[in-house]
């Protein structure tokens, strides 16, 4: 690592490398090395630990991962089941955070209407949060609470294992907001598409085109990670 003086305050940049293989290894595995990570992870935990001793544990700021370069390494073995899990995961999190006990809303993919889509109805999340979550690994909003699932913000890029981009729309203080997340170059990227006033339940909503060869299988691993899922969810298309 290297500290670097930015505007009258000290950043420090951590380089780490965890993969031998940019895609996949010729075995088929992961190319991501776990150990590696968990070692990354551990000393970084460690030098941030001695750093903030005796700092005000209010003046803490969080510590957020840029996502470039990951997700291209095959971090998850099974990219559909990986997507139906997380994204489904996090609109249930996002609704007990908030208390809303509506079923979440998922949409399955078919001829007429391509795509897998996940609506929650959350507080939906500001633009600034969008940014955060979508750009940064580590960055979650549910550190603090028992009760949701996830906790380390990953599992929001989820989609980008399966599909070059997707489509998250926030529905947020009465402004619906729709953004792309893509990846230009191997880098991931959000562009925001449109903004408007609107009367849809606050909440979040993220959508992903599905090939027709994998029509199937989003629905059968959707239908097997749901019985044992235990949280009301809608199910609709397919």
Avoid: W
């Avoid at 994204?87 to 509506?102: K, L, M, S, T, Y």
């Avoid at 909440?203 to 959707?222: D, I, M, Q």
């Amino acid at each position: 690592y290297a500290p670097v003086e930015l505007a009258g305050e000290t950043l420090f940049v951590f380089n780490a490398y965890t993969q031998h293989y940019f895609r996949k290894k010729p075995d088929g595995s992961p190319a991501v090395d776990y150990k590696a990570l968990g070692q990354v992870f551990k000393s970084l935990n460690n030098f941030l630990r001695t750093l903030s001793q005796g700092v005000n544990p209010a003046d803490v700021k969080p510590v957020g991962i840029p996502m470039i370069g990951a997700g291209l390494a095959g971090v998850y073995s099974d990219k559909v089941m990986a997507v139906v899990r997380e994204i489904i995961c996090n609109a249930r999190d996002a609704q007990v955070v908030c208390g809303e006990d509506r079923p979440v809303e998922v949409h399955l993919p078919n001829t007429l209407e391509p795509y897998f889509h996940v609506r929650d109805f959350g507080t939906g999340i500001s633009e600034e949060g969008v940014m955060d979550m979508y750009l940064k690994y580590g960055h979650s909003t549910k550190k603090s609470s028992n009760d949701v699932i996830g906790m380390m913000g990953i599992g929001s890029k989820s989609p980008l294992a399966y599909s070059d981009s997707f489509i998250v729309e926030s529905y947020f203080e009465g402004v619906a907001t729709t953004y792309s997340v893509y990846k230009e170059n191997g880098i991931p990227q959000i562009s925001k598409l449109s903004q408007g006033l609107t009367t849809e339940p606050s909440g979040l909503k993220v959508k992903l085109s599905v090939a027709p060869r994998h029509y199937e299988e989003f629905v059968a691993k959707t239908q097997t990670f749901l019985t044992h899922f235990g949280y009301p969810v809608t199910l609709t298309g397919a």
